[in-house]
Nanobody, 125 residues
């Protein structure tokens, strides 16, 4: 399994931006599809964005589409989530995930075997 460490979370006002990073170690993450998920207090973990392996197709939840961008830097073995026009409902702990069992189910959190520790994002109104 690959080891993942997220960073970049913080407190931001509504309308602001943050860029989350997910640094992978152990092996190149490009061998694996990668996903970003988030979890708000009292809610289930939900899909935000995903990147198919080897820098392929990208996928977004309806709430993230048009505001968030997932990208990767293979040289740094890092995946990013650029979040713009943030809203209070974007608040939660953001997790990156790797090693999906099924590369066609990148929107399902139960499909991933490797997870980071999470980074808190708080958007104030």
């Amino acid at each position: 399994q690959v080891q993942l460490v997220e960073s970049g979370g913080g407190l931001v006002q509504a309308g602001g931006s943050l860029r989350l990073s997910c640094a992978a170690s152990g092996r190149p993450f490009s061998d694996s599809g990668m996903g970003w998920f988030r979890q708000a207090p009292g809610k289930e973990r939900e899909f935000v964005a995903a990147l198919a392996r080897s820098g392929g197709s990208t996928y977004y939840s309806d709430s993230a589409k048009g505001r968030f961008t997932i990208s990767s830097d293979n040289a740094k073995n890092t995946v990013y989530l650029q979040m713009n026009s943030l809203k209070p409902e974007d608040t939660g702990v953001y997790y990156c995930a790797a090693d999906p069992d099924n590369p066609w189910l990148l929107g399902s959190h139960s499909n991933f075997r490797s997870w980071g520790q999470g980074t808190q994002v708080t958007v104030s109104s």
